[in-house]
């Protein structure tokens, strides 16, 4: 029996888990993810028995009300008609075309008007992810108000039957769900992100719950297996939860602080998958990304940006390959040759380490190098369609990497991404020369001189760019009101939304 019964082989799956998927963007990991922990309110982030089970809920009425409802604002909109006989025309029309599911003329008596109706749903699709995009209905998300504003991802025919769809909620969800119950401040995360996130009292997820009505659930429990990640602990488990921790302790509205979340989960992930690429490869060096700080002028930054960043999008394909090969060096695979029937032997071990080849691929006139190179043109034929997109479609998400002003991408942060970095990274303040040894310690992100060493030392830049692109950098900040140059030359980086942020606006 094969532990993931839903691929032909494991080799993505033994460096990464199961699964990072590149349309998944980082809210819809982060939605996904939501859903798992409100599920798991009483256990949050714990394994039991070496896996986590829970049951998603589905929301089919708020969201064939939000998503699958032409008619309402033409029908608020009418004129000379009474409150009655704008619920008739619509309820009329709803029930014609929607696959929404149930009866919901009990939202008459919930609303004191059709007009208060239709302004509550106005309000609702308009903070809603994704609302004007070609998706079906069932595939669109409400902005995660709490609780009842959480449902997976799904596919309704045209008999009204809905299905579990793996398109948008693809399991990296489950997978991120995993790293942050394998982080050493777990439990210090759960408590902040149960009340902070999931409080059902909250005002705009009362009036998500008020259209919803009862909550709907999936028929059945979803299990994700602990060794869909294959790692007990990683450096970056613990990376993505203390970001968390240091975002949902600052002084802001929750639903503030899940923009910055969202932002964390894909750099954090990117970095991940660019980590575990690093050491299959055996290379001990740290990822490395050189950012511009766009201006006006074109500087050799770009150019090196983008090397940079092809370097980095080929890493994940050289992994695969290694990771196959490395079979080889195993005492049994070298022992092999000298058993009765080798190549059996060289199948079985195959098997054991990749599940592959199936029955249907088996040949028993495979030569070692045959098995290896047969497995590694699969692997990456089946890597190419979406995990080894991941890099590129991440980083672009989140602001990392852009192709402005240039052909070719490279790391240039937009004043978002900036934003979210400092208030990961700074408590109250940190002075700027800190703060880009700290972003460059955490992520990888090179921006100064300091920090770019390697580079002037191999004649690749000169210190003057790299000084320059630092004061890029310094005067971007100060645009945004995250950096303060006092008269002795010394510039902060300050937090606004520090819980102290008061006594430092006062000194």
Same mark, same amino acid.
């Given at each position: 029996m094969k532990f993931f019964d839903d691929v032909d082989f494991v080799v993505d799956e033994s460096i990464w888990g199961h699964r990072l998927y590149d349309e998944q963007l980082p809210h819809l990991i982060f939605l996904e993810f939501l859903g798992i922990l409100a599920s798991q309110r009483e256990h949050a982030l714990t394994e039991t028995a070496g896996q986590v089970s829970y049951k998603p809920q589905r929301q089919l009425r708020l969201r064939g009300v939000l998503f699958n409802n032409p008619y309402i604002a033409s029908i608020a909109a009418s004129k000379n008609k009474s409150d009655a006989a704008k619920w008739e025309q619509w309820l009329s029309k709803y029930t014609e075309g929607a696959a929404?599911?149930?009866? @919901?003329?009990?939202?008459?008596? @919930?609303?004191?008007?059709?007009?208060?109706f239709a302004r509550v749903v106005e309000l609702l699709q308009s903070s809603a992810f994704e609302v004007n995009s070609n998706k079906r209905w069932s595939s669109k998300f409400v902005f995660p108000f709490g609780p009842d504003a959480l449902y997976e991802d799904l596919r309704v025919d045209a008999k009204g039957s809905a299905s579990n769809d793996r398109r948008f909620f693809a399991r990296t969800g489950e997978l991120l769900y995993l790293m942050l119950c394998r982080a050493t401040r777990k439990n210090e995360l759960k408590t902040l992100l149960l009340s902070r996130l999931l409080d059902a009292k909250a005002p705009l997820n009362r009036l998500v719950k008020t259209?919803?009505?009862?909550?709907?659930?999936?028929?059945?429990?979803?299990?994700?297996?602990?060794?869909?990640?294959?790692?007990?602990?990683?450096?970056?488990?613990?990376?993505?939860?203390? $970001?968390?921790?240091?975002?949902?302790?600052? $002084?802001?509205?929750? #639903?503030?602080?899940?923009? #910055?979340?969202?932002?964390?989960?894909? *750099?954090?992930?990117?970095l991940y998958f660019l980590e575990r690429s690093k050491e299959i490869l055996a290379d001990d060096q740290p990822v490395h990304m050189l950012c511009?700080? @766009?201006?006006?002028? &074109?500087?050799?930054? &770009?150019?090196?940006?983008?090397?940079?960043?092809? #370097?980095?999008?080929?890493?994940?394909?050289?992994?695969?390959?290694?990771?196959?090969?490395s079979v080889q060096s195993q005492a049994e695979w070298l022992d092999a040759a000298d058993a009765d029937y080798p190549e059996t032997e060289y199948i079985r071990l195959m098997k054991l380490r990749f599940q592959w080849p199936t029955p249907d691929e088996e040949n028993q006139s495979w030569t070692p190098?045959?098995?290896?190179?047969?497995? =590694?043109?699969?692997?990456?034929?089946?890597?190419?369609?979406?995990?080894?997109? @991941?890099?590129? =479609?991440?980083?672009?998400?989140?602001? *990392?990497?852009? &192709?402005?002003?240039?052909?070719? =991408? &490279? #790391?240039?942060?937009?004043?978002?991404? *900036?934003?979210?970095?400092?208030i990961m990274v700074v408590e109250r303040r940190m002075q700027f020369d800190d703060f880009l040894s700290e972003i460059h310690r955490r992520y990888g992100l090179v921006i100064g001189e300091t920090q770019g060493q390697a580079l002037i030392e191999n004649n690749q830049l000169d210190q003057e760019a790299l000084s320059r692109n630092s004061e890029y950098l310094a005067a971007r900040l100060s645009s945004l009101g995250l950096l303060r140059q006092l008269s002795d030359g010394c510039a902060f980086v300050e937090n606004p939304f520090s819980p102290q942020g008061d006594d430092v606006a006062s000194e």
């Amino acid at each position: 029996m094969k532990f993931f019964d839903d691929v032909d082989f494991v080799v993505d799956e033994s460096i990464w888990g199961h699964r990072l998927y590149d349309e998944q963007l980082p809210h819809l990991i982060f939605l996904e993810f939501l859903g798992i922990l409100a599920s798991q309110r009483e256990h949050a982030l714990t394994e039991t028995a070496g896996q986590v089970s829970y049951k998603p809920q589905r929301q089919l009425r708020l969201r064939g009300v939000l998503f699958n409802n032409p008619y309402i604002a033409s029908i608020a909109a009418s004129k000379n008609k009474s409150d009655a006989a704008k619920w008739e025309q619509w309820l009329s029309k709803y029930t014609e075309g929607a696959a929404g599911g149930d009866d @919901v003329s009990y939202l008459k008596t @919930v609303f004191s008007s059709f007009d208060d109706f239709a302004r509550v749903v106005e309000l609702l699709q308009s903070s809603a992810f994704e609302v004007n995009s070609n998706k079906r209905w069932s595939s669109k998300f409400v902005f995660p108000f709490g609780p009842d504003a959480l449902y997976e991802d799904l596919r309704v025919d045209a008999k009204g039957s809905a299905s579990n769809d793996r398109r948008f909620f693809a399991r990296t969800g489950e997978l991120l769900y995993l790293m942050l119950c394998r982080a050493t401040r777990k439990n210090e995360l759960k408590t902040l992100l149960l009340s902070r996130l999931l409080d059902a009292k909250a005002p705009l997820n009362r009036l998500v719950k008020t259209i919803q009505g009862d909550t709907e659930f999936a028929a059945q429990e979803k299990i994700i297996e602990s060794g869909h990640l294959p790692l007990a602990s990683h450096s970056r488990f613990d990376q993505i939860c203390d $970001d968390w921790i240091h975002i949902l302790k600052q $002084d802001m509205p929750a #639903y503030d602080a899940i923009q #910055y979340l969202m932002t964390s989960v894909g *750099l954090n992930l990117m970095l991940y998958f660019l980590e575990r690429s690093k050491e299959i490869l055996a290379d001990d060096q740290p990822v490395h990304m050189l950012c511009e700080i @766009v201006s006006k002028d &074109r500087t050799k930054i &770009r150019t090196l940006s983008s090397d940079d960043f092809q #370097y980095n999008q080929n890493l994940s394909l050289r992994a695969v390959s290694a990771a196959i090969a490395s079979v080889q060096s195993q005492a049994e695979w070298l022992d092999a040759a000298d058993a009765d029937y080798p190549e059996t032997e060289y199948i079985r071990l195959m098997k054991l380490r990749f599940q592959w080849p199936t029955p249907d691929e088996e040949n028993q006139s495979w030569t070692p190098d045959k098995l290896i190179q047969r497995l =590694t043109d699969k692997a990456q034929a089946r890597h190419n369609q979406h995990l080894a997109k @991941v890099h590129a =479609t991440w980083s672009k998400a989140i602001g *990392l990497s852009s &192709r402005r002003l240039s052909r070719r =991408t &490279r #790391y240039a942060p937009n004043d978002h991404f *900036l934003k979210c970095l400092v208030i990961m990274v700074v408590e109250r303040r940190m002075q700027f020369d800190d703060f880009l040894s700290e972003i460059h310690r955490r992520y990888g992100l090179v921006i100064g001189e300091t920090q770019g060493q390697a580079l002037i030392e191999n004649n690749q830049l000169d210190q003057e760019a790299l000084s320059r692109n630092s004061e890029y950098l310094a005067a971007r900040l100060s645009s945004l009101g995250l950096l303060r140059q006092l008269s002795d030359g010394c510039a902060f980086v300050e937090n606004p939304f520090s819980p102290q942020g008061d006594d430092v606006a006062s000194e």
